[in-house]
């Protein structure tokens, strides 16, 4: 079913595999620069060795003269150091960016759901459409060959002109190309829509249901579709979030004139001797230390406002584009209702003529048995009946497209059973 196809397109669809990939990308990165406001601690050792002390002279000093003056020192040491962010203004401003980040590309992944869902959805509609239309064909087809052994009986028997007889014989023969190439139509939608399911195009399917079935529905679809309003709309929603990131952008490039203020502190153990004895307790030292450090920006070459008025250009930039953006959604908006509206028309007109169609051409075949008739008539009442009958899948085929289209504009389509992104 139309359901199924969906099903597996959003589990098997490499768009939609990537997209959910993106968006657990980006919860990394938010959870990255959220991790930035955190201590962090780093373990250090080193080994030292002299092999030419510093002098230090000590004037004035008892003993200073007797000090030891060995060539070579060993020294030993590790610690612990802490660094911590106390006030940061522009890295508190990142990490609302990275959620931001996060959050476009949830909605991106979101938008790749519903053109996915609409592209297959459109797919299998066509593939429904090449079925009837074979089905189509070949009623025809059948109609022509019953007419051509009815006129070749009647010929046999004198009643008709040998006339009749190839005409029916060319009208049969005139319609089997054309069931050929809707056999290969319909084998070719099915690939196709096996192709955006993410399946192998030789996987063997079978469609349930035609085009009819959705008949009873169009004028129920076409009072909710009529409904729907745009604000769902991926493109709307996204260009929010990207104006949300720009405003951030642009407030980021403020805070650059903020100072900083940073808490660190180290904790040290070292070992210094001549001779490489590290059980020598009295020689282990230990050091440690606490520190807050603030720094202001006084002055960078004006790199800091140059940068501030071009992010305010970018910001501007970014509402003209963003302005034309919204007045195309509303306009393929307005367009694709009056598709709608003009397909629910175009069904009502076509669903009559399909049944007229089918009792002018049983009056025809009746009038024809019984002599009343002609054999053009019957061929005329039948292209009349094959015309009528393809119309009306195809309005109903072009009412569905129509829906969908309406669909993915408004942000509807994506079922809620199918498995989403991991939160």
């Known amino acids: 079913t139309i359901d199924d196809a969906v099903r597996i397109a959003l589990t098997e669809s490499t768009s939609v595999l990537v997209g ?7 919860r990394y990165t938010y959870k990255s620069a959220v991790a930035q406001l955190y201590p962090s601690i780093n373990l250090q050792g080193s080994y030292g060795y002299t092999i030419k002390k510093q002098v230090m002279y000590l004037d004035g000093f008892p003993g200073a003269p007797s000090m030891p003056g060995a060539s070579a020192g060993i020294e030993i040491q590790g610690g612990l150091s802490l660094a911590l962010p106390v006030v940061n203004a522009s890295l508190w401003k990142s990490v609302g960016i990275s959620k931001e980040n996060l959050q476009l590309a949830l909605e991106k992944s979101q938008t790749s759901r519903l053109n996915k869902v609409a592209e297959v959805r459109k797919a299998f509609l066509q593939a429904l459409l090449a079925e009837d239309s074979y089905e189509v064909l070949k009623k025809s087809y059948a109609n022509a060959q019953r007419n051509y ?16 007889l190839l005409r ?11 069931v050929l190439q809707a056999d290969d139509a319909r084998r070719m939608a099915r690939r196709s829509l096996l192709i955006l399911m993410g399946l192998s195009p030789e996987t063997e399917i079978s469609l349930r249901g035609s085009l009819t079935d959705f008949a009873p529905e169009v004028l129920q679809q076409y009072v909710e579709a009529e409904q729907n309003p745009l604000e769902g709309n991926a493109t709307l929603r996204e260009l929010a979030i990207q104006r949300n990131l720009v405003n951030h952008a642009t407030e980021l490039k403020k805070l650059a004139f903020l ?9 040290t153990y070292s070992f210094a001797s001549n001779d490489l004895k590290l059980n020598n307790n009295k020689l282990w030292t230990p050091h440690s230390m606490v520190s807050l450090s603030l720094s202001f920006p006084v002055f960078t070459g004006g790199r800091r406002i140059y940068d501030l008025k071009g992010q305010k250009i970018a910001l501007m930039q970014f509402d003209l584009n963003a302005r034309d953006a919204e007045r195309q959604v509303s ?17 009502s007109v076509s669903e009559g003529a399909v049944s ?3 009792r002018g051409y049983t009056i025809a075949e009746k009038r024809f048995e019984t002599g009343e008739g002609t054999l ?7 292209l009349s009946l094959l ?12 009412f569905l497209v129509a829906r969908c289209d309406l669909d993915l504009l408004t942000g509807k389509g994506v079922p809620e059973e199918t498995p989403t992104q991991q939160k």
């Open 259 to 267: 100072p900083t203020l940073n808490l660190s502190g180290s904790y």
């Open 376 to 382: 053009l008539e019957v061929n005329d009442a039948d």
């Open 331 to 347: 306009t393929a908006y307005e367009e694709a209702k009056d598709r709608l509206r003009r397909a629910a028309r175009t069904y």
């Open 168 to 178: 029916s014989e060319v009208q049969m023969k005139n319609l089997e190309p054309n």
């Open 20 to 26: 959910d990939m993106a968006v657990q990308k980006e």
């Open 149 to 164: 052994q009815l006129v070749e009986n009647n010929f046999k028997q004198g009643l008709v002109a040998q006339y009749d």
């Open 356 to 358: 007229t169609a089918e």
């Open 387 to 398: 015309q009528a009958r393809l119309n009306y899948h195809q309005s109903i085929y072009n």
